[in-house]
């Protein structure tokens, strides 16, 4: 059965109310679910699945869609690229390759669940300067071959903490790292 929903992202980026900025190679929008206060994606024109259709020729639009998104951030919110995560998610629900840009907050409305946490703070979570490099020298993305990193025990992106619970370590984040809480 067809899964219309994996087409929501297509459907986003081509509805003019959600585009941030758009150019002839990529459009930017606002994450509808973000995990972080400022979470955006940045996706390209281009008809491009996931990470898996990748090849050596898309490494010039890699670049340009992490510039892009960074540039586009940084004015928009004033953070500097080091307060920013930025890549990719090894497996995705969603059609259309999208960048992830992100403050390393954590704390947008919509982290829930210890499972998204994971898939921003683990292996799960790829930085384009990884892919670039895999696609130079093996000419293809290495994935993880499963999606065990989503169930490990949650890691503090800030210190040496673990812990089981996405509660316990928003509160961690708070009390010991001046976090601001959930939406």
């Known amino acids: 059965m067809f899964n219309e929903a994996r087409n929501n992202l297509i459907l986003a980026m ?8 758009s150019d002839d190679f990529v459009v930017i929008i606002a ?6 206060k400022h979470h955006y994606l940045v996706m390209p024109k ?19 869609m992490e510039f892009k998104g960074l540039e586009y951030v940084m004015y928009k919110t004033g953070l500097m690229a080091q307060d920013l995560q930025v890549g990719y998610h090894a497996f995705t629900s969603m059609n259309r ?3 992830h ?5 954590f704390c947008g409305s919509d982290m829930k669940f210890n499972h998204q946490w994971n898939s921003f703070n683990t292996e799960f979570f790829i930085p384009t300067h990884k892919i670039i490099s895999e696609l130079q020298t093996m000419g293809r993305i290495v994935l993880p071959p499963n999606k065990k990193f989503l169930h490990q025990p949650l890691h503090c992106n800030k210190c040496d903490y673990f812990v089981n619970d ?3 370590l928003k509160f961690h984040l708070k009390l010991f790292h001046n976090l ?3 939406n």
């Open 14 to 21: 081509n509805d003019p109310s959600n585009v941030l900025y």
């Open 31 to 36: 994450d509808q679910f973000p995990k972080s």
């Open 46 to 64: 281009e008809d491009l699945l996931d990470v898996r259709s990748l090849k050596k020729d898309h490494i010039p639009k890699l670049i340009y």
């Open 97 to 99: 390759l999208h960048l």
């Open 101 to 105: 840009v992100l403050s390393k907050d």
């Open 166 to 168: 996405i509660k316990v």
């Open 180 to 182: 601001p809480p959930n």
